[in-house]
């Protein structure tokens, strides 16, 4: 199934344009890391975590909306993801509670720190940071796919603003939230940051 007959298997065949500028939002030239082939890894993900979920598939809707507009140029983007998110799914029969709580979802993708309680969104953020938790082949193409995705910033300053993201990262309690992605991720992601770290403060 492409990604926008996965869309309207989600939204109906009313809201196929919504999947389908998803789509093609996803698949901007700048795009190295945050790519289609990234929002599918959150979605089978998503749909695996599923039964931790209060609501699977506001889930689903916020994950395709988490990384519609992404500009490595500006630090909103998961803001403009979610006024994205409440403007295109307003023109929809999605009840305006729901609407809004996909907004939050995709908000909280910019500290992925769900609350205790927050399960919907325990399950977006962990489905968002598996990489993190990849082997180390994987992680190391991850890695140097955001690298391409900010290649107009100097060396020296792409180093000190990733470590800053990468200790802000480990600073975090948890990483992941749900039992299964914890057991599964959570160790091996903060070994591979800690690795790439150790990359960044070398010569």
Excluded: K
């Excluded at 500028?21 to 749909?47: F, I, Q, S, W």
């Excluded at 975090?172 to 903060?190: C, G, M, N």
Aim: net charge negative; hydrophobic share 45%.
């Amino acid at each position: 199934m492409d990604l926008v007959d996965r869309w309207v298997a989600l939204a109906g065949p009313h809201t196929r344009h919504i999947g389908a500028e998803l789509n093609d939002r996803y698949g901007e030239p700048h795009r190295r890391y945050h790519t289609r082939e990234h929002l599918a890894a959150v979605l089978d993900l998503v749909d695996e975590l599923a039964p931790h979920a209060a609501a699977p598939d506001t889930v689903r809707l916020a994950a395709w909306f988490h990384d519609a507009v992404y500009d490595p140029e500006r630090a909103d983007n998961e803001e403009r993801s979610a006024r994205l998110a409440a403007r295109m799914l307003a023109d929809t029969d999605l009840p305006a509670p729901e609407v809004e709580e996909v907004a939050r979802l995709v908000e909280l993708t910019a500290t992925h720190a769900p609350a205790d309680g927050d399960r919907d969104g325990q399950v977006l953020c962990d489905a968002d940071l598996a990489i993190l938790g990849s082997d180390p082949a994987p992680y190391a193409a991850y890695a140097a796919a955001v690298r391409e995705e900010y290649a107009f910033i100097p060396e020296e300053f792409f180093r000190a603003g990733r470590a800053e993201v990468l200790n802000g990262l480990l600073a975090l309690p948890e990483l992941f939230h749900t039992p299964v992605a914890r057991e599964r991720y959570e160790r091996r992601a903060r070994n591979n940051i800690r690795a790439e770290l150790m990359l960044l403060n070398g010569p």
